[in-house]
């Protein structure tokens, strides 16, 4: 039976991954250095326009990593407890998410290598799985408010957190059926733009409970 940590409250845990999410967003930029360019304009407009795809996948990381923080942010706003094996789900979380810079790199530089877009999905579909897990293991540990959700909005939730890692995991196994891998990012770019939309259309804010009047 998972022990409650006596003393560690949800806002620590939330603050650890507030810091690690600023630290990885900003550690992305680093992907798009600028070398010492001997020439004339022309070289460092041709530099410019061979950076595209690094500059791509620097968008497109940076997009889904605010759809995560989002996402464990309004999920936070159900919990009401946690226990020790929920802080380490939340760990495994959070490791998934520095992971992404490397991942990032790898598909700019590297866009059409089959590996490079099954590393990039494969890092997307562990960290959605991992937010899913966490979700679940609330639900079922009854870490949420009790009289925030109900089985209908829980069900609804967790089918939002399904459809990413099964997207993701749809665009690694076009990549390795075609040996290509335009699809593929071309799935990582629309399910970022879906899923930055759903969140600003305040899918989670429509859940969250309504405050009783006293």
């Known amino acids: 039976m998972a022990l409650t940590i006596s003393g560690l409250s949800k806002s620590r845990i939330e603050a650890l991954a507030d810091g690690i999410f600023a630290t990885v967003m900003t550690v992305l930029i680093l992907s798009l250095s600028i070398p010492t360019i001997v020439g004339t304009n022309q070289a460092v407009e041709s530099y410019v326009l061979s950076l595209g795809p690094i500059i791509l996948s620097y968008v497109m990381s940076f997009l889904i990593l605010g759809v995560f923080w989002v996402r464990h942010h309004n999920a936070f706003h159900f919990v009401s407890k946690v226990d020790n094996t929920f802080i380490w789900l939340n760990i495994v979380f959070l490791l998934t998410i520095g992971f992404v810079p490397f991942s990032t790199e790898l598909i700019g530089r590297y866009p059409t290598a089959e590996t ?6 494969a890092n997307l579909v562990a960290t959605g799985v991992c937010m899913q897990g966490m979700w679940l293991y609330a639900s079922r ?13 829980m069900s609804a939730v967790n089918r939002r ?11 690694i196994a076009l990549t390795l059926i075609t040996g290509g ?14 899923y930055v939309l759903a969140s600003s259309l305040g899918f989670w804010s429509r859940l969250r409970p309504r405050s009783k009047r006293t």
């Open 141 to 153: 540990r009854k870490l949420l408010v009790a009289d925030g959700l109900d089985e209908e909005t």
């Open 161 to 171: 957190l399904t459809g990413g890692p099964l997207l993701y995991s749809f665009a």
């Open 181 to 194: 891998t335009i699809i593929a990012i071309a799935i990582y770019v629309f399910a970022i733009i879906y």
């Open 116 to 121: 490079s877009a099954i590393v990039y999905g």
